[in-house]
């Protein structure tokens, strides 16, 4: 069975050690969302097992394989950083095919996967944000990969390209590691099967998103008809009624009661995402 | 195609100022280098050795020629690590040492064609408007070894200082040209001083500037540490 295996691993630039002492075991293929805030070691985190970094101390493993020492290991996995890597000057073909040459791959692949053959006799300068992302994100998929370290991928890309990035990751994570580092938390849940939270360089929640659990869930309740009757505790706020219950096995029984005192419900929705709560504990 | 390979024919792209300003003084230098025949006779006469100094000054400006026609090697190392091509390289297994041998190759691969150029061009030239066969074989051996060495001390130094540099603006380069350069000043002050051993001293301070160089070149890809290749 493949598993990534961190082990004690402190890791940072020069004398400055920016992760602390982190241990993980992932076993699963799957998407692992790694959240936390700026400088909270989520770059750092993703080149030391990328091997970009060598280890201050500890160990990260592959498949029982030094990640760091095997080059062998390392051309199973690959790394996307949040700048795009891309020579400038060269048109999208060349630019893959110069990466293809380094690491081997199949440019053809990766110009329909990720639509780019309209854009391959492109300039790369040329191409607007979302284009140069793509081109970006095409060439961690020149060769098959076993372990994929997503930095931020859908930043500064529309929602559509943001979508497109997302379903060839949710597809790829069948049998692929999937690490993808995040600032948005509704993309975290939308995606993420895991959730990794990692603040000052330690880790500090590591579970499945859905057992994420909250204090209180607001829940908002949009319905056709006056409601403040049947739900006297709820607070109007843009045309939802909003309750704060304190699990989300209430809700059915809530609605149960509305419906059966003749509300015309027309939505019911989570309010707040529940990693946001987990995200900004101390 | 070889990292190397596309690495120099990115170089041409990047930058093409610094080769037509490499080619224009290679072709100073080879007109400076075949003047001497063409000159009057009484003017070998003066204080000044045109004999020993013409020949020279056109080894050093062909040596010159090819630093420059190398020069966006450097330029691009730059703008590669600062665009974080280094550190996707970096994950895909190429260590530093692979990095920096890449573009050290690609410097050297462009000067020695520039130089190859230049030599050939230089004895055509030579033999048609007459000057000695010694001569032209004498500025062969000095232009391509002195060429060479300087290109890739040169290299090897910028290189280690746009590696080690805080700031990302490349600003280390100057300061590697100069250390880069210094150490050939002899090979082109020696020879006015011993002209009778002009080839020996060029010849053994060029093979001795390579030796420095490739020596450099192993101890950078040990000392400097891959983040210092992270944008």
Redesign the interface.
Known sequence: MQKLELTEVSSGYGRNEVIHQLSLKITEPSIYVVLGPNGAGKTTLFRTIGGILKPFSGQVKFDESDLFYSKETRRRITYLSHLNAIPEEMTVLDALKYYAEIEGGDVDRVLDLLNLRELKDSKYNTLSQGQKKRVSIGKIFLRDRDLYLLDEPTSNVDPKVSKEIRDILIKLSKDKFVLYSSHNLYEAKEIGTYLILIRNGQLKFFDKVENVKMKHYRIGIKSLNDISRLLPEAKLENDYYVVTVDSPKMVAGIINDLVRGGAELAEVRELDNPLQELFEED | ???WR?TMQ?SI??SKTYVIIGIVLALYGTILSNLLPLLPTNTVNTPIDLTNIFPLLSVAILSLSALLFSMPVVMLFVY?KN???F????????DQLDIFKGYVKASLLLASSLLAFVIVLNTVIGTFVGTSLTLLATIAILTFSIGVSVVFLVTVSMIAFSSLQKTRMGANQPLGVSLGIIPVFPALILPFIFPSYALIIDVSLAAAILLASIGLLLSIGKLI???KL??
């Open positions: 195609m070889t990292f596309v990115r792209n990047l590669d665009n974080g091509i550190e996707y390289l970096l994950s895909t297994g190429l540490l891959r983040e992270l944008p």
